[in-house]
């Protein structure tokens, strides 16, 4: 699975790695996660260090002219389509 088909299913959040169907934080490991943000996604299913690192740098180099960091580039996005396309487009 790659991460833009992890939100596409799952669903988007903001302003934490994951919630729970009422909203509150979570791991993003846990059961109850029930949407994730750009970066959360990534470490949901790149759980390993290599894979994880290579597919943040692929985002963070296409999100750093717009927002400097991907948590400021997710959080700024006020719907999940553009996070999902550009995880898409970037085939991660």
């Known amino acids: 699975m790659k991460a833009w088909e992890l939100l ?3 669903g988007w959040c ?8 009422g909203g ?3 791991s993003v490991g ?23 690192f290579s597919a ?3 985002l ?5 002219p717009i927002a400097g960091t991907v948590p400021k580039w997710n959080d700024s996005q ?3 389509e553009p ?3 550009l995880l898409k487009e970037l085939d991660i």
């Open 14 to 21: 903001r302003g934490t790695y994951a919630v729970d169907a």
């Open 60 to 64: 963070l180099k296409r999100v750093r």
């Open 83 to 85: 996070v999902i396309a």
């Open 24 to 26: 509150n934080s979570v």
């Open 30 to 52: 846990a059961e109850t996660a029930t949407a994730f943000c750009a970066n959360g996604a990534l470490l949901k299913v790149y759980p390993g260090y290599d894979d994880y």
């Open 8 to 10: 596409d299913q799952k």
């Open 78 to 80: 006020t719907s999940a």
């Open 56 to 58: 943040y740098d692929k």
